[in-house]
């Protein structure tokens, strides 16, 4: 099983821009560390941020969510959001992808 995360929340307006710098720097730490198996990204749309992650070889978020970058993302998450994130967590079979480099598969192993 693959680990599959999906998150989505807006944030107060005068937390924007600290919330997409705490971002950015997670991708800073993953570019440094390349952690396999793991794809990720974040999308913003003014207020509204969405978080997709997927690790290709197991049904673990570790790989993201013990770097000291995310650690300092998701400290005070709560504070910067106007309500709690919307969390998917999902142990899933990835059939196929398109695009995430990390979980090229062609149908089941």
Avoid: W
Avoid at 90 to 104: C, I, M, P, R
């Amino acid at each position: 099983m693959q680990r599959a995360v999906f998150v989505r929340y807006a944030v107060k307006p005068e937390c924007a821009a600290e919330n997409e710098a705490l971002a950015r720097a997670v991708f800073a730490e993953l570019r440094e560390t390349k952690p396999e198996n793991a794809a990720y990204a974040v999308f913003r749309n003014g207020l509204e941020f969405v978080h997709i992650f997927v690790n290709s070889a197991a049904d673990d978020s570790a790989v993201i969510t013990e770097l000291p970058s995310f650690k300092a993302y998701s400290k005070d998450i709560a504070a910067r959001c106007e309500k709690e994130p919307e969390v998917a967590r999902l142990s899933v079979e990835l059939l196929e992808s398109y695009g995430l480099a990390t979980t090229q598969r062609s149908g089941r192993s």
